[in-house]
């Protein structure tokens, strides 16, 4: 027709129309058409006999069609629309010859209820987009909408500009398909807010987008300040293909997104962040490989990967919390990632784990790895700053590296800052049969716990790295050691020796202590063949050497012990004791003419 107006006032409006030839409802306008209420219900009900396909015919269940502007609009009342037919459940914007018309199509609502807007379309094709373009508003506070598209091949078929736009309630586009899932003809498709489009500039929507695939190019920009979740048919079953985080236009027109998840527990295809992405809140990204190749900011929230291949990375991460599952070997070494806690294998033991934190900080929960022999090693290094262990490290891995803790990377062996560990609490560590564990800290003084963790004096190490390989004693299998960067100390300098009775007083200044307290000092007095401990034990000078002979000249050296050992010899200093001069007495005088 050239026009048409049904308005039902205050009431509800139900059209229902069924066929076993063409459309159970057609909605045709040249100019316009209106389908109105003011606050009722409207209920569009069509379908087409599923056995009655007839060459040449459409054969949808709803469809809108014409050259004009076809508008559906229950004021503050709710919108149902539901088509079932063999071409098309529901399509808009179609022509008799299955080709797209000019039609555009505006659904709107003011309902303020998550019901506001539903559409499910059930056919070969289960919703088409078509026509000029489809324009789907919830305008109310609170006012949802939902597309349901159910097909055996395309669950949704795009072809033109289409908005689905709401202030604050739920937006779900339902995807539900045997093989194809949706196609997509090169146009742009707006989800939650769109800038230009009156009331609906700004959007906190939540978003649920379920589907299987793509086919074919297109622009989306997805604009809402609340959650997004992009995953497979029903929110539990597999993508069937991989997918880049740019396909879907996140964080579009000027909003970022409090909450992101991207794949599901179902999920077995690959997702890559291609893009920087900032979300206010927690993300969570499950498949069979991730790749973060964009930048990728959980803001004062948590980050949670799950991936069953591997987790790779380009760009840094930055969260809270990072949580890591799944049996996939985890690399994630980007030297500005950025976190403040890590844990991984809660729910299912991960494979190997590295990952460096760049400024420290960082407090290392709960970590699970390993499945058998040398698999699930756990490596995690700040490259500065501190590593606190807080809770327990469990591997399977039976390798000589099965468990590394690095505070201070960056920093060379014997110096002492940069990062050390501690231990808050009672964790444990815990290897496969021979495994060994290396825990790297600067000074023992520094690290607090450590030595008792890794096992007592006879499992710590001075003056080493990560790029030491060979100790003295060796790392025997099956044990933890506390690697400690600090060294003996320096050798003091500024001898200055003075003889008394039998005795040699040496004032010094101490040299730096090598990251660990000085416990005493030592002399020798024949040139180093013997080093005797000043007893009892002298931590600053000076140093009072007893029980020497008088007369006789002495040449001594002294030198620092803490608990990584002795230290460097000082230059060597000579004094001679001797024995105080004696008073004369019976001193008789006498006087002579």
């Known amino acids: 027709t050239g026009s048409f107006n049904l308005n039902a006032g205050t009431g509800d409006m139900l059209l229902r129309g069924s066929s076993d030839t063409r459309d159970g409802v057609l909605l045709s306008a040249s100019t316009s058409g209106n389908l109105i209420s003011e606050g009722g219900k409207i209920d569009l009900t069509g379908s087409v006999d599923a056995g009655a396909v007839v060459s040449g015919q459409i054969q949808s269940g709803i469809r809108t069609d014409g050259a004009g502007i076809i508008t559906i609009n229950p004021g503050a009342g709710l919108l149902n629309m539901v088509g079932n037919g063999p071409r098309n459940g529901l399509v808009f914007g179609l022509l008799d010859n299955i080709s797209n018309s000019t039609t555009q199509t505006i659904i709107r609502s003011a309902n303020p209820t998550a019901d506001a807007i539903y559409l499910?379309?059930?056919?070969?094709?289960?919703?088409?987009?078509?026509?000029?373009?489809?324009?789907?508003?919830?305008?109310?506070?609170?006012?949802?909408?939902?597309?349901?598209a159910i097909s055996p091949t395309w669950s949704s078929t795009i072809y033109t500009p289409v908005e689905i736009l709401a202030v604050?309630?739920?937006?779900?586009?339902?995807?539900?398909?045997?093989?194809?899932?949706?196609?997509?003809?090169?146009?742009?498709?707006?989800?939650?807010?769109?800038?230009?489009?009156?009331?609906?500039?700004?959007?906190?929507?939540?978003?649920?987008?379920?589907?299987?695939?793509?086919?074919?190019?297109?622009?989306?920009?997805?604009g809402t300040t609340g959650k997004v979740k992009i995953q497979g048919v029903d929110g539990t079953n597999s993508f069937s293909s991989a997918f880049n985080s740019s396909r879907f236009g996140l964080n579009a027109n000027g909003q970022t997104m409090?909450?992101?998840?991207?794949?599901?527990?179902?999920?077995?295809s690959n997702l890559t962040i291609d893009q920087a992405?900032?979300?206010?809140?927690?993300?969570?990204?499950?498949?069979?490989?991730?790749?973060?190749?964009?930048?990728?900011?959980?803001?004062?929230?948590?980050?949670?990967?799950t991936a069953s291949t591997a987790v790779t990375q380009t760009a840094a991460i930055v969260a809270n919390d990072l949580a890591l599952q799944g049996p996939g070997n985890i690399t994630l070494t980007n030297a500005s990632n950025n976190v403040t806690s890590i844990s991984g294998g809660n729910l299912t033991s991960v494979g190997n784990l590295i990952f460096t934190d760049a400024s420290g900080g960082l407090t290392v929960n709960n970590i699970r790895s390993g499945s058998s022999g040398t698999n699930g090693t756990i490596q995690i290094e700040t490259l500065q700053g501190n590593i606190t262990l807080a809770q327990n490290l469990n591997t399977t891995s039976t390798s000589v590296n099965a468990i590394i803790l690095n505070a201070g990377k960056n920093t060379a062996a014997g110096t002492i800052t940069g990062g050390d560990i501690l231990v808050s609490?009672?964790?444990?560590i815990t290897m496969g049969t021979g495994g060994i564990a290396k825990l790297y800290s600067g000074s023992e003084a520094a690290s607090t716990g450590l030595t008792t963790l890794a096992g007592g004096l006879s499992n710590i190490r001075f003056g080493a790295d990560e790029g030491t390989t060979t100790f003295s004693p060796v790392l025997a299998a099956g044990n933890s050691y506390a690697i400690y960067r600090s060294t003996v100390p320096a050798s003091p300098t500024n001898l200055v020796a003075t003889a008394g009775n039998a005795q040699i007083s040496v004032a010094f200044t101490a040299g730096a202590d090598g990251g660990g307290s000085i416990t005493n000092y030592e002399y020798t007095i024949n040139g180093g063949t013997t080093w005797i401990a000043a007893n009892p034990a002298v931590t600053s000078s000076p140093l009072v050497i007893t029980g020497l002979t008088n007369y006789t000249a002495y040449t001594v050296q002294i030198r620092a012990v803490n608990n990584a050992g002795a230290g460097t010899a000082s230059a060597s200093v000579s004094a001679t004791p001797f024995a105080p001069a004696t008073a004369p007495s019976d001193i008789t005088l006498s006087a002579s003419a």
Do not use: C, M
């Open 425 to 428: 609490g009672t964790p444990t």
């Open 120 to 148: 499910k379309g059930t056919g070969g094709h289960g919703i088409g987009f078509r026509g000029a373009s489809t324009k789907v508003y919830a305008t109310a506070a609170l006012g949802g909408i939902t597309i349901d």
């Open 258 to 268: 409090s909450e992101f998840t991207f794949g599901n527990q179902g999920n077995t």
């Open 168 to 222: 604050s309630g739920p937006i779900r586009w339902l995807n539900s398909d045997a093989t194809d899932g949706i196609f997509i003809n090169n146009t742009n498709i707006d989800l939650g807010s769109k800038a230009g489009v009156t009331g609906l500039t700004t959007s906190s929507s939540d978003i649920t987008f379920n589907l299987k695939r793509i086919d074919g190019s297109s622009s989306f920009a997805i």
């Open 277 to 305: 992405l900032t979300v206010a809140g927690p993300i969570t990204l499950t498949g069979a490989t991730l790749a973060i190749n964009g930048a990728l900011t959980a803001s004062n929230s948590n980050l949670n990967l």
